[in-house]
């Protein structure tokens, strides 16, 4: 089986569920509906033989509505082939279903979209903070976080303080020049 | 019939007696046997490994007994990124470790955060315990944190270890002496 055939049927059996189908460079994109997820799931493992879960990743699309997307990255071993399912999730839900019954790999990223990102999903065993510590009350990859952080105290668990920039970010321009040029440095956002 | 004199004198004592201050016969005892509490938390950790190991050698300098229990130490060697996550168990192990210790911040992330100017990493391991010597390097060669060893050396044979560790007697001894 092909690529092209794998996502076509995908395409028939879910035409309602899917909202949008995109062809890159040989990669197949499908963005679906969260009601969809389980299903879509369950069907790209069982019957596509989608037997690997590559990655779960987040992206806070700041100031845009719906906030939220979620990116599974799926590998067939049997037919070597890849396919991508994305899906929105907007900041009033903040919420979806897991995936970790389906794919086991699964519990621990979901456990990290949520440390970093806030979206919680429902049905999974073991919710917690995977990076930061349970009680830190931020989440610190959305876009509306500070770089340097916030200030924040547990007692006896942990503290954190602003971090002083000092005229940073400290960040490396995408260039030809020297390794010496391009360093991390500070580079206010005015310069 | 030979004279035999009674003298002050005694070649056979005298040539094994030294005659020093207690701070610096302490100080020289303390100095040359330095435990350290290997506190690997980044690739600092791998330099710290190459420099108790055979090329290196820190056993030169009477610092190659790693225990790995901070009852067992003298100096922490911080050798790392110390995250926020990581702070306070830092903490707790140096609050482990006996009196006297002291603290070597190896390399720019103990040191300063170094390059993780994040909400996530401490701003030097000095916010939380005191430092005696800082290690510049990202990371510092064995070289640099042997070097930094000495350096902790030379402060500790300067220090006035009697009296800080017990003050009361220091006072007494002095009282007594006039």
Known sequence: ??????????????????????????????????SGLREIAKFCRDELSFNYLLDITSIDNFSEE?????????????????????????????????????WPT?????????????????????????????????????KDFPLEGLPSEMPDVAFTKVTPMEGGPFVTVPSTATSKDREPRARPPDL | MPKTHSTAYDSKIEGNV?????????????????????????????????TAASRFDIARFGAEVMRFSPRQCDVMIVAGT???KMALAVKRIYEQMPEPKWVIAMGAC????????????????????????????CPPRPEALLAGLMKLQ?????????????????????????
């Open chain 2, 110 to 137: 103990a040191s300063t955060g170094g390059m993780y100017r994040s909400y996530a990493t401490l701003q030097g391991i000095d916010q939380l315990i005191p430092v005696d010597v800082y290690i510049s390097g």
């Open chain 1, 66 to 102: 719906p906030r939220f997307e979620i990116i599974y990255h799926l590998y067939s071993m049997s037919h070597a082939v890849h396919l991508r399912l994305k899906l929105k999730v907007p900041e009033e839900v903040g919420a979806i279903d897991t995936v970790s019954d389906i």
């Open chain 2, 18 to 50: 030294v005659f020093t201050r207690f701070d610096a016969a302490l100080n020289w005892v303390r100095k040359n046997s330095l435990w350290p509490m290997p506190m690997g938390l980044a690739c600092c950790a791998i330099e710290l490994m190459a």
């Open chain 2, 82 to 84: 110390v995250t926020y």
């Open chain 1, 1 to 34: 089986m092909t690529a092209e055939e794998l996502s076509d049927s995908l395409g028939k059996r879910f035409g309602e569920k899917i909202q949008a189908k995109t062809e890159f460079r040989g990669e197949t994109s499908y963005t679906i509906a969260p």
């Open chain 2, 154 to 178: 030379e402060k500790i044979s300067r220090e006035r270890s009697f009296r800080n560790q017990k003050p009361e007697l220091a006072e007494k001894f002095e009282e007594a002496l006039g």
């Open chain 1, 106 to 142: 699964a519990n621990w990223h979901e456990r990290e979209i949520y440390d970093m990102m806030g979206i919680k999903f429902n049905g999974h065993p073991d919710l917690r903070r995977i990076l930061m510590w349970d009680g830190y009350p931020y989440y610190p990859l959305r």
